[in-house]
């Protein structure tokens, strides 16, 4: 069954309500139809894998390009996807809701902002919440019912800075955004204070430390939990590894791969064959 943007739109809003989910993050159509046929309920693009897809390293990759890519995500899978929208393509808060509303029309149901970029840095919080405040306004006079999850990075360059990062979650979630955000935060009492913080608006939290099991991130409140590059980067760890071998002479790294049967088992229900 195909499923409507307004129906991925409601299962997006309802996982959001109560529980606490994984929302992997595929690179390509590809893993993004075998983490859904896994049962994954939502996924989440990621700029780094998607840039490394296309031989570049994170966060230099076009806005039409990231655009394209989404409208093939969203148009491959019945699960809603949540676009890593990095810092909106623009530095302005009217360039911002501009390119939020080209994000919304690939189909997502759910877009991310962050408030660094690489010329400017760590945006102020004044000025990071009117960013925040112009993708509300896109998303609302849309018409469309796409969640808004507002990032804040400064822990991925100090993870100390557990303060700042909790005022800027206050005051996104205070601007209107329905999702918060912090990668980097890994300290139990840092996550539910996260959490106590914007309540009763969700908190996801990218998985730093694999160790945390999803049960533990439940007990603290946590709502959603992504892996951001990391399943990208395992694949690539296996691919580079066995290549280094293949370079050297050794052959016996390709055994470790995935039966082809099983792969095209998998995605055989996604494609009808004439």
């Known amino acids: 069954m195909t499923k409507s943007t307004a129906e991925k739109y409601a299962a997006f809003r309802k996982l959001h309500e109560s529980g606490t989910f994984i929302i992997p993050n595929p690179w390509d159509v590809g893993s993004a139809r075998m983490l859904a046929g896994m049962g994954f309920p939502a ?17 230099a990759v076009a806005l039409d390009d990231v655009l394209d890519h989404l409208t093939e995500l969203a148009a491959a899978v019945d699960v ?4 890593d929208f990095e810092a ?41 919440v009117e960013r925040i405040v112009a993708a509300v306004k896109a998303i609302r006079s849309s018409g469309t019912d796409v969640l808004l999850v507002a990032r804040t990075e400064g822990l991925l360059h100090d993870p100390k800075a557990i303060g700042p990062a909790l005022d800027k979650l206050v005051a996104f ?20 204070a996260m959490v106590r913080a ?48 293949l370079r050297q002479g050794d052959l016996r790294g390709l055994a ?11 995605f055989a229900s996604w494609t009808q064959v004439p």
């Open 256 to 266: 470790s791969g995935a039966p082809s049967k099983r792969l095209n088992t998998a």
């Open 80 to 83: 809603p996807i949540n676009a």
């Open 43 to 59: 996924l989440a693009s990621t700029s780094s894998g998607f840039a490394w897809t296309r031989g570049r390293p994170d966060n």
């Open 173 to 192: 979630a205070e601007a209107g955004a329905d999702v918060l955000y912090a990668p980097g935060v890994a300290d139990k009492d840092d996550i539910a």
């Open 198 to 245: 914007v309540a009763p608006k969700p908190v996801n939290v990218l998985a730093v430390r694999p160790e945390i099991s999803l049960q533990e991130y439940a007990d603290l409140g946590v709502r959603r939990i992504s892996v951001g590059g990391a399943l990208a980067r395992v694949g690539w760890n296996a691919v580079l590894s066995t290549a280094e071998a």
């Open 88 to 128: 909106g393509f623009a530095r302005e808060p009217e360039g911002v809701a501009n390119n939020v509303r080209r994000a919304i029309a690939t189909g997502i149901a759910g877009v991310s902002i962050e408030d660094f970029d690489a010329e400017s840095g760590l945006y102020e919080k004044g000025f990071a």
